[in-house]
């Protein structure tokens, strides 16, 4: 697919850091807005319950259809369709590509935030991958903004996370992007993204190193073994395709994060993708797409995210309405 070069919103890499390696209704219950009876305005939501926002995360693999091997246009179409029918305000998003064949080229972060009408979008390069790179990103809409950088750019880090010499391990590299997000109405809070190994071996350690972020983000450890500016929120959201169910993945996580799903919202524990918030962070509601019905997310499901008898991600997509404290 060649899909037309776009800008980047964002004008540099993400810096890498000297680490190496009351519920909301279900979508199709909604009710249209009413022409005679406009929203309130953002600010006046926030006036009335501090700032609120829904974060999404979801695994586009590289816009593809099931395994079709390369993007396809109308996996684009169904996730712009679903990012603007969540109205998500911040995307945390893993399996992009930037520049590779498979994707003809395309800066496909760059192509979903123009089709999203985004603010604000940051890509963080994982590994090289068929002629291009391959990795995740943070996408801002509805106002929201990845806060500027002195020099230029977004003020964003990228922390290598440990890879296994473990002969079952898996190969690629992984990554974590951490960003300090502005809310229109200025406050802010630290959005992680990541996508861990598919196989056991070395994602302890992987988790270990989130734990390390987040600890060091809340400033809960005198040893700064991460890198990051001591002026990052410690209001932190952390998510992304940890490719394991919950209990391994908290078995190294500590408690200065706490899972959506927390306080019995149905979301069940087979699904591998998670959001996780710190203390400041209040969820209202959260919820996975119509694929929580099934006890598998390799499975077809019937949902916003399916093209006919494909799919255009092979995960339930989780987002939560969520407020600043």
Not at 142 to 150: K, L, M, S
Not at 233 to 237: K, N, P, Q
Not at 264 to 269: M, S
């Given at each position: 697919?060649?899909?037309?070069?776009?800008?980047?919103a964002s004008?540099?890499?993400?810096?890498?850091?000297?680490?190496?390696?009351?519920a909301e209704a279900r979508l199709d219950e909604r009710p249209a807005a009413s022409?005679?009876?406009?929203?309130?305005?953002?600010?006046?939501?926030?006036?009335?319950?501090?700032?609120?926002?829904?974060?999404?995360?979801?695994?586009v693999k590289g816009f593809q259809l099931s395994d079709g091997g390369t993007a396809d246009e109308r996996a684009f179409d169904a996730i712009e369709r679903y990012i603007e029918r969540v109205d998500a305000d911040v995307v945390l998003f893993q399996e992009l590509d930037e520049g590779t064949k498979r994707s003809g080229g395309a800066d496909q972060l760059a192509e979903i935030a123009r089709r999203t009408d985004a603010t604000d979008s940051q890509f963080a390069a994982a590994m090289g991958f068929d002629g291009g790179q391959y990795g995740v990103g943070i996408m801002t809409r509805?106002?929201?903004?990845?806060?500027?950088?002195?020099g230029g750019g977004n003020d964003t880090r990228t922390v290598q996370l440990p890879k296994s010499n473990h002969e079952d391990a898996d190969p690629e590299q992984r990554v974590a992007l951490v960003a300090p997000i502005v809310a229109p109405d200025g406050a802010e809070f630290t959005a992680v993204t990541t996508h861990l190994s598919k196989t056991g071996p070395g994602r302890g350690a992987q988790v270990d190193k989130l734990d390390d972020i987040v600890e060091d983000l809340r400033g809960g450890r005198d040893n700064d073994s991460v890198g990051l500016p001591g002026d990052f929120?410690?209001?932190?959201?952390l998510g992304g395709d940890f490719n394991t169910k919950r209990g391994p993945a908290e078995e190294h996580l500590g408690d200065g994060v706490t899972h959506v799903g927390e306080?019995?919202?149905?979301?069940?524990?087979t699904n591998i993708d998670h959001l996780y918030v710190s203390d400041g962070v209040e969820v209202v509601d959260a919820q996975l797409d119509e694929a929580e019905k099934i006890d598998t997310s390799w499975l077809p499901f019937d949902g916003p995210l399916n093209v006919g008898d494909e799919r255009a991600t092979d995960h339930p997509a989780l987002h939560a309405t969520i407020r600043l404290a």
């Open positions: 697919m060649n899909v037309p070069p776009t800008a980047r004008v540099r890499p993400a810096e890498q850091t000297s680490q190496a390696a009351p022409s005679e009876e406009p929203k309130a305005t953002l600010a006046t939501q926030q006036a009335q319950d501090g700032t609120q926002m829904k974060v999404l995360t979801i695994n509805n106002g929201f903004n990845i806060r500027d950088a002195a929120s410690s209001r932190v959201v306080r019995d919202r149905g979301l069940g524990d």
